[in-house]
């Protein structure tokens, strides 16, 4: 039989003949490859402009269900929709991670809402009323005491214009000149000097110059009662200032209280902001903002100037104070039966704010060095996992090992359950003939020869896991905490707290930001500065109701990703060329140039 295909190939197809099959490219395992699949298809735009709400995170979260549009007066459904027609069948959602190593974008959404959230509580908008750019407010610095030397970089005097950029000689680390050669080593063994003047990237910097020296459990537990050191220290001060005031003869305020009762509260107290910072050693130190406020009889919740007299040195003085006398001892713990001491270290800084914008530290450096710290975590120690369990915890700590390692470890073997009875397969096992025993078995899973029901070594393990889940109630041991945030080394506090009268919330600016996206698109049909303009008053506002379930995070395909997180790019690099040519335009104009139209 005579072949059919043409003795040489045409131009016009694949193969060796004109009639072999045309084998259609394959491209789409690569991200310009599905990229191009998803840009060549007739929905593209579309598809776009569905996911621009979330189309700078790097991990969405994508919700299924459907969306009912529902009168408010008659309760009757207007319009009914389902994710199975949207693109994708899903709704993208931004994922609002704070730290910048997990979700840039939204960290960056993040800091932004931080920096107008704690600015505002000292020049005042936002709905802070302007007179507390008045109030006494200063910028102060705990830092967490020392657990072991560590090799550090110190510069004792600067020469350079800037800090970020140092380039300054920095003195030896941990200088010691000794006749006696033993004298340089510590109990290990190991030199306990470092003439090395390291460089601001070095790797070494934060680490111990010993690790058995070094006491990573003390370490591990400051971290843990931080929080409550930052809550006293906040109290003393408070109470310095009320003796202040008594002393200069301010008299107490009547206050009602919401039940109606009528008590005597100090004439001043702190509204604070403050950040947690990880240190390269993995310590905890705090940046706060603390302004003083006087209290309204009237109208308790308001902000008030303080009573005359009280400056900002009386702030500095309260704080200085409190600093060096709050100092507890935590609850015993079977390793330390005395617990361990809780205290500030002794660099403490505190300098006042000026809002003016002339001053050493102003308003807006502040606001943006807080709000710099706020999207950060613990990457500056290398250590980037998420929440350990029993399966885990094997991969990161270790007794032996670096440093990063032992403080996981210690958050670990600290944080153990201590008032529970003991697991099943370490129980003494009873000979004598008891009812509930069964016929010997091996267990499936784990190979174990039983008598139990249960296999003994099935339920240690699941014991171990449940051991490194938060507790349903609370528990008898305030360490119970520290394996649940052993991945943070034991701080389990949020990075960016305030004071209720301090500011607003991180909520307000959310939903200030999402009615504004609603609108933005209708310019004339704004609302005004003093409130909703009157022709929409009455206006019927129709309810949307959600029932979506969780399907998944992350973007379907590579080529997605790079679609939408290049277009939420594009749209960063824009608003950030506007804001710089209009702060240019700002910075160039002459003094007696009229203002531009709101």
């Given at each position: 039989?005579?072949?059919?295909?043409?003795?040489?190939?045409?131009?016009?197809?694949?193969?060796?003949?004109?009639?072999?099959?045309?084998?259609?490219?394959?491209?789409?395992?690569?991200?310009?490859?599905?990229?191009?699949?998803?840009?060549?298809?007739?929905?593209?735009?579309?598809?776009?402009?569905?996911?621009?709400?979330?189309?700078?995170?790097?991990?969405?979260?994508?919700?299924?269900g459907q969306l009912l549009t529902v009168d408010p007066s008659t309760g009757r459904i207007l319009e009914q929709r389902h994710t199975d027609g949207m693109p994708d069948s899903v709704i993208y959602t931004a994922c609002g991670n704070r730290r910048a190593t997990v979700?840039?974008?939204?960290?960056?959404?993040?800091?932004?809402?931080?920096?107008?959230?704690?600015?505002?509580?000292?020049?005042?908008?936002?709905?802070?009323?302007?007179?507390?750019?008045?109030?006494?407010?200063?910028?102060?610095?705990?830092?967490?005491?020392?657990?072991?030397?560590?090799?550090?970089?110190?510069?004792?005097?600067?020469?350079?214009?800037?800090?970020?950029?140092?380039?300054?000689?920095?003195?030896?680390?941990?200088?010691?000149?000794a006749i006696d050669p033993a004298a340089g080593l510590c109990p290990h063994g190991r030199p306990a000097v470092c003439w090395a003047r390291h460089e601001p990237g070095d790797a070494v910097l934060g680490q111990p110059l010993c690790l058995d020296c070094y006491d990573?459990?003390?370490?591990?537990?400051?971290?843990?009662?931080?929080?409550?050191?930052?809550?006293?220290?906040?109290?003393?001060?408070?109470?310095?200032?009320?003796?202040?005031?008594?002393?200069?003869?301010?008299?107490?305020?009547?206050?009602?209280?919401?039940?109606?009762?009528?008590?005597?509260?100090?004439?001043?107290?702190?509204?604070?902001?403050?950040?947690?910072?990880?240190?390269?050693?993995?310590?905890?130190?705090?940046?706060?903002?603390?302004?003083?406020?006087?209290?309204?009889?009237?109208?308790?919740?308001?902000?008030?100037?303080?009573?005359?007299?009280?400056?900002?040195?009386?702030?500095?003085?309260?704080?200085?104070?409190?600093?060096?006398?709050?100092?507890?001892?935590?609850?015993?713990?079977?390793?330390?039966?005395?617990?361990?001491?809780?205290?500030?270290?002794?660099?403490?800084?505190?300098?006042?704010?000026?809002?003016?914008?002339?001053?050493?530290?102003?308003?807006?450096?502040?606001?943006?060095?807080?709000?710099?710290?706020?999207?950060?975590?613990?990457?500056?120690?290398?250590?980037?996992?998420?929440?350990?369990?029993?399966?885990?915890?094997?991969?990161?700590?270790?007794?032996?090992?670096?440093?990063?390692?032992?403080?996981?470890?210690?958050?670990?073997?600290?944080?153990?359950?201590?008032?529970?009875?003991?697991?099943?397969?370490?129980?003494?096992?009873?000979?004598?003939?008891?009812?509930?025993?069964?016929?010997?078995?091996?267990?499936?899973?784990?190979?174990?020869?039983?008598?139990?029901?249960?296999?003994?070594?099935?339920?240690?393990?699941?014991?171990?896991?449940?051991?490194?889940?938060?507790?349903?109630?609370?528990?008898?041991?305030?360490?119970?905490?520290?394996?649940?945030?052993?991945?943070?080394?034991?701080?389990?506090?949020?990075?960016?707290?305030?004071?209720?009268?301090?500011?607003?919330?991180?909520?307000?600016?959310?939903?200030?930001?999402?009615?504004?996206?609603?609108?933005?698109?209708?310019?004339?049909e704004h609302p005004a500065a003093g409130g909703p303009p009157t022709a929409h008053l009455d206006e019927d506002t129709a309810l949307i109701v959600g029932t979506l379930t969780f399907a998944g995070v992350g973007w379907h395909t590579t080529g997605d990703a790079l679609?939408?997180?290049?277009?939420?790019?594009?749209?960063?690099?824009?608003?950030?060329?506007?804001?710089?040519?209009?702060?240019?335009?700002?910075?160039?104009?002459?003094?007696?140039?009229?203002?531009?139209?709101?």
């Open positions: 039989m005579a072949s059919t295909l043409d003795p040489t190939p045409r131009a016009s197809a694949r193969g060796v003949g004109s009639n072999a099959d045309t084998i259609p490219p394959v491209f789409d395992y690569t991200a310009a490859g599905s990229a191009f699949q998803r840009a060549t298809r007739p929905d593209y735009f579309g598809w776009l402009e569905h996911v621009r709400a979330a189309a700078g995170c790097t991990r969405p979260v994508r919700l299924a979700c840039p974008s939204c960290a960056q959404t993040y800091q932004r809402d931080a920096f107008q959230l704690l600015r505002a509580g000292l020049v005042g908008g936002k709905g802070v009323p302007e007179t507390v750019a008045s109030h006494p407010a200063v910028f102060a610095t705990f830092t967490a005491p020392s657990f072991g030397p560590v090799h550090v970089r110190v510069v004792r005097r600067h020469t350079c214009g800037n800090r970020k950029r140092c380039d300054c000689r920095p003195d030896p680390c941990h200088a010691r000149r990573h459990d003390h370490q591990v537990a400051w971290n843990l009662f931080s929080g409550e050191l930052w809550h006293r220290t906040k109290q003393a001060a408070e109470r310095w200032l009320a003796k202040l005031a008594r002393r200069r003869g301010i008299p107490r305020v009547e206050v009602v209280t919401a039940s109606g009762n009528t008590r005597k509260v100090p004439p001043v107290r702190l509204s604070p902001g403050k950040v947690a910072e990880l240190q390269a050693r993995g310590a905890v130190h705090f940046h706060a903002i603390a302004r003083l406020d006087g209290v309204d009889p009237s109208d308790p919740d308001a902000v008030v100037p303080p009573p005359a007299g009280f400056t900002v040195a009386d702030l500095v003085d309260a704080l200085r104070h409190a600093a060096a006398q709050i100092a507890f001892h935590t609850p015993p713990h079977p390793d330390r039966l005395e617990g361990w001491l809780i205290r500030w270290g002794e660099q403490v800084d505190v300098r006042p704010i000026s809002t003016s914008g002339s001053g050493e530290v102003t308003d807006g450096m502040v606001a943006g060095y807080l709000a710099k710290y706020a999207t950060k975590s613990t990457e500056v120690t290398g250590h980037r996992s998420v929440r350990l369990d029993a399966d885990s915890i094997g991969d990161y700590a270790d007794p032996d090992g670096d440093h990063t390692a032992r403080l996981i470890d210690a958050c670990w073997r600290l944080g153990r359950p201590t008032s529970t009875p003991r697991p099943l397969s370490e129980r003494p096992r009873d000979r004598r003939p008891a009812p509930g025993f069964v016929d010997r078995w091996e267990c499936p899973d784990c190979g174990t020869h039983t008598r139990y029901a249960a296999c003994p070594v099935c339920i240690a393990h699941r014991q171990a896991t449940l051991d490194a889940q938060p507790a349903s109630r609370p528990t008898a041991s305030p360490y119970a905490r520290l394996r649940r945030w052993a991945h943070m080394l034991g701080f389990g506090g949020h990075f960016l707290t305030k004071g209720r009268r301090y500011s607003v919330t991180f909520q307000l600016l959310r939903d200030t930001r999402i009615a504004y996206r609603r609108h933005e698109d209708r310019a004339h679609l939408a997180n290049t277009a939420a790019a594009m749209a960063r690099e824009r608003r950030t060329t506007g804001r710089e040519e209009l702060a240019h335009e700002l910075g160039t104009a002459p003094a007696d140039a009229a203002p531009a139209a709101a």
